[in-house]
């Protein structure tokens, strides 16, 4: 897997895009569970789940030294928990 990645360009975007794809398809798949079990109705914690998954993207690639990728993964983390914050906020009105 180190191959996979050591041939990636060390760029911020690059680390943007992983670190809004990553949540965007788990939190798709929470998401689906959420709205259509009953046992997930009321899990809304498993999309910070699918935020904090970008915890383990950035520790790999700052081990790779790709520093640059982690900055772009720990912008997107904070949009997305932001994007988080505002569905409770409207959940809640």
């Given at each position: 897997m180190a191959k996979l990645f050591?041939?990636?360009?060390?760029?911020?975007?690059?680390?943007?895009?992983?670190g809004l794809g990553s949540p965007l398809i788990l939190?798709?798949?929470?998401?689906?569970?959420m709205h259509h079990t009953t046992l997930f109705k009321k899990a809304d914690l498993l999309l910070i789940g699918c935020v904090a998954v970008n915890l383990v993207w950035v520790n790999y690639f700052n081990k790779i030294n790709k520093e640059?990728?982690?900055?772009?993964?720990?912008?997107?983390?904070?949009?997305?928990?932001?994007?988080?914050?505002?569905?409770?906020i409207m959940q809640e009105v």
């Open positions: 050591s041939s990636i360009k060390n760029h911020v975007l690059v680390g943007l895009a992983i939190g798709s798949i929470a998401w689906y569970l640059n990728i982690g900055r772009g993964i720990v912008s997107a983390t904070f949009l997305c928990a932001f994007a988080f914050f505002f569905y409770k």
